[in-house]
């Protein structure tokens, strides 16, 4: 069975058995707190994941509540049976569609799906948690911080002066950013508002904890501003669909991984039209062809 591993005083570790090219070595379960606690980010439909969270729980100990970062299928469906185990409430920022920018709305209402990770469409929290909002469970203050980017209803939770990152900062690799779920302008922005925080450590959905905070966020600003930069100097030889782009830009990367790289140059296609630097031809979907305007 997943063993829970102690990481600090009132911090508990249990990794989910759902290792994937898209989850590493799997999910990261939190356990926050002691007598009344919290379990973050619960993890994929597992009945043997469910059992592990249960037995990591002391005699005394009760569910108080079960938050959730995002709604993606390898983070949040265990949370409704860990809810009716225990009956503590769901805490999250909305459903699947929540958080969403209005071009990125419009691109949902005409046929364009995410990918990846895979959306957990019957993900429905008890309570809503706006940014910025601090809430208590047992003797442990948590504040939520909106971070859309891997995905609309994306939340972190700040601790201790340390940071719960989910899928948006990891130390293992970048994350996916696949529209309309994922939007990279948001994924920018958001992760300015985590590079401000000043966290002391990072607690990542995936892989390890990360020490140190600036640095990792401020390479992942470089990995993005640098792929970004490279779809334009494609671009400057002319028109360019998202397949050309991929199999020009991503030469080292395995082909099976393709179609995620894929989605990750449409987000930042989608940012470029934004920004004025690229035109799509209709409008900015998988099968447009893009050009550059500077």
């Known amino acids: 069975m997943e ?48 059992r592990a969270i249960m037995a990591a729980l002391q005699p005394d100990e009760q569910v108080a509540a079960i938050l959730v970062t995002h709604s993606h299928l390898d983070h949040s469906p265990l949370a409704r049976e860990l809810a009716d185990a225990t009956g503590a409430p769901v ?52 504040r939520a911080i909106w971070t859309p980017g891997h995905m609309g209803n994306h939340l972190c939770f700040a601790w201790r002066g340390a940071v719960f990152t989910g899928d948006h900062v990891m130390g293992w690799a970048s994350s996916l950013i696949s529209p309309p779920d994922g939007d990279l302008g948001a994924y920018m922005r958001s992760l300015e508002k985590l590079r401000d925080e000043g966290a002391r450590a990072l607690y990542p959905g995936h892989g390890a904890p990360i020490p140190d905070a600036a640095a990792r966020i401020a390479e992942l600003a470089a990995h993005r501003q640098a792929r970004s930069a490279a779809i334009l100097a494609q671009l400057a030889h002319g028109p360019a669909g998202i ?22 140059v449409h987000a930042h296609l989608i940012d470029l039209c934004e ?8 409008l900015p979907a998988p099968s447009a062809r893009y050009r550059r305007l500077s």
Do not use: K
Request: proline letters at 7%.
């Open 3 to 50: 063993r829970a591993t102690q990481i600090e005083p009132g911090l508990r570790l249990i990794r989910a058995n759902n290792p994937s090219a898209m989850t590493g070595a799997g999910t990261n379960s939190y356990i926050i707190g002691s007598g009344q606690v919290c379990v973050l980010d619960p993890g994929p439909a597992d009945p043997q994941h469910l």
């Open 91 to 142: 805490l999250g920022f909305g459903d699947s569609a929540s958080g969403r920018s209005d071009l990125m709305a419009d691109l949902a209402a005409q046929g364009v799906a995410g990918g990846g990770e895979g959306v957990d469409a019957d993900f429905r929290p008890d309570r809503l948690l706006g940014d910025q909002e601090e809430f208590g469970v047992g003797e442990e203050s948590l």
């Open 243 to 264: 397949a050309e782009l991929v199999a020009a830009i991503y030469t080292d990367t395995p082909a099976e991984l393709h179609p995620a790289a894929a989605r990750n």
């Open 275 to 282: 920004r004025g630097l690229v035109a799509a031809d209709p």
